[in-house]
T-cell receptor, first 113, second 109 residues
Framework: NAGVTQTPKFRVLKTGQSMTLLCAQD?????MYWYRQDPGMGLRLIHY???????AKGEVPDGYNVSRLKKQNFLLGLESAAPSQTSVYFC????????????FGQGTRLTVV | RKEVEQDPGPFNVPEGATVAFNCTYS??????FFWYRQDCRKEPKLLMS???SGNEDGRFTAQLNRASQYISLLIRDSKLSDSATYLC??????????FGKGTHLIIQP
């Protein structure tokens, strides 16, 4: 049972470097989400997608871009990493955005130095 | 801005005791409600959905009060393994689920 898979699980970046986090789900879910979680801040929505080819901004979208070219994949890009982007990133998916639970990946711990 | 508010705790509770958490949500249009559990350095996982009629799953009982816009979680006969952070979640808007910041529970032997 793969569910939601995130890669990589850990990464250290230097300020200004770029990287892409990959999220893959095998449950045929329409909605996918990227969250970041920081101590004392809870889960904050970065971007989300309501279906293949769509993306939308969440609560904290600045400094991030996303793409949903295939239904099963949701990519989160950092074009020029900053120390403020040091966080744990979680991807999640749900059947729809409304009355269904979200399933989470195991998280990516990103440190920007 | 849609918000879900929770007491961050920590709640320090002796093993075997009953503990209750509440959370409030600001979006009156929310239609779905959940409690998630998150263990240290792990991903959140669904604990239970919350229905208007209330629901029970073993030692866990969840209640929804739409008029006052709050959700509650009751844990009876608490176990050491219940120690975790409990996230209150409200959903129903186009952008999916809104998470609270979580309540930290510590069950003490």
């Amino acid at each position: 049972n793969a569910g939601v898979t995130q890669t990589p699980k850990f990464r250290v970046l230097k300020t200004g470097q770029s990287m892409t986090l990959l999220c893959a789900q095998d449950m045929n879910h329409e909605y996918m989400y990227w969250y970041r979680q920081d101590p004392g801040m809870g889960l904050r929505l970065i971007h989300y997608s309501v279906g293949e080819g769509t993306t939308a901004k969440g609560e904290v979208p600045d400094g991030y871009n996303v793409s949903r070219l295939k239904k099963q994949n949701f990519l989160l890009g950092l074009e020029s990493a900053a120390p403020s982007q040091t966080s744990v990133y979680f991807c999640a998916s749900s059947i729809t955005g409304m009355n269904t639970e979200a399933f989470f990946g195991q998280g990516t711990r990103l440190t920007v130095v | 801005r849609k918000e879900v508010e929770q007491d961050p705790g920590p709640f320090n509770v002796p093993e075997g005791a009953t503990v209750a958490f509440n959370c409030t949500y600001s979006n009156s249009a929310s239609q779905s409600f959940f409690w998630y559990r998150q263990d240290c350095r792990k991903e959140p996982k669904l604990l239970m959905s919350v229905y208007s009629s209330g629901n029970e799953d073993g030692r866990f009982t969840a209640q929804l009060n739409r008029a006052s816009q709050y959700i509650s979680l009751l844990i009876r006969d608490s176990k050491l393994s219940d120690s975790a952070t409990y996230l209150c979640v409200a959903g129903g808007g186009a952008d999916g689920l809104t998470f609270g910041k979580g309540t930290h529970l510590i069950i003490q032997p």
